[in-house]
């Protein structure tokens, strides 16, 4: 309940946004239950404050919508890891390397690490120069957010996705259903979608 003087003057909006004018808060709050309405506080601080005839319920639930529509929307970026050999075969890189386009394409973060066993701790320049190759080979999908460092026994690189590498991605595979679906047609010839920053409503009058 809003603690203010029954002859405390406010600034009153209607429920179309018209502007009622200064009113006194007494009359102000007849004015909202006349129409069956809240009269709510939407700056406190102005001078004189601000209020606006409205039905609170129906703008919370409104709200609350709209935040939820906003966070299924949100787009969650996740970290996923590669795990790569200093002796990986050519077979393995390209798999792997896929892999991690897949992964920049969706617009997720990927963390590659190579692990360096025995004696190729000395010869950590061999991880570093592979995984320069790989930061090349997704090139066109991500770039390197986190250059190649040691921790520990391992060398870790982080690679973040190019905003319009998830485009691409998309539009590659619209295009592949695209030309799968006209090479279907063809084999079958051949066989035959108001803001308010503070709220707080007064349900009755003081008294």
């Known amino acids: ?25 007494t009359a102000a709050l007849n004015n909202a239950y006349d129409r069956g309405l809240d009269l709510v ?29 906003a ?16 002796h990986i075969d050519v077979g393995d890189f390209n798999t792997k390397g896929n892999h991690a386009r897949r992964f920049l394409s969706d617009g997720n973060k990927v963390k590659v690490i190579v692990k360096f066993r025995g004696r190729q701790l000395a010869h950590t320049e ?32 982080f690679l973040a996705p190019i ?4 485009g691409k991605g998309s539009a590659k595979q619209k295009g592949d259903a695209a030309s799968a679906a006209a090479q279907g047609a063809d084999s079958d010839k051949a066989e035959k979608a108001p803001a308010v920053k503070e709220a707080a409503v007064s349900g009755q009058e003081n008294k």
């Open 41 to 69: 506080l939407i700056a406190q601080h102005a001078d004189p404050p601000v209020c606006r005839i409205m039905d609170y319920g129906r703008f919370k639930f409104e709200r609350d919508k709209k935040e939820k529509e």
């Open 1 to 25: 309940m809003l603690r203010i003087p029954g002859s405390k003057i406010l600034r009153v909006i209607g429920p179309d946004g018209e502007q009622l004018g200064l009113i006194p808060y």
């Open 163 to 166: 905003k319009t590498a998830q």
């Open 126 to 157: 061999i991880g570093r120069e592979l995984l320069d190759r790989f930061a090349e080979y997704c090139a066109e999908y991500g770039t390197i957010e986190k250059p190649p460092v040691m921790e520990g026994r391992t060398m870790v690189m």
């Open 71 to 86: 966070k299924k929307r949100q787009q969650v970026i996740e970290i996923k890891e590669i795990q790569l050999s200093c």
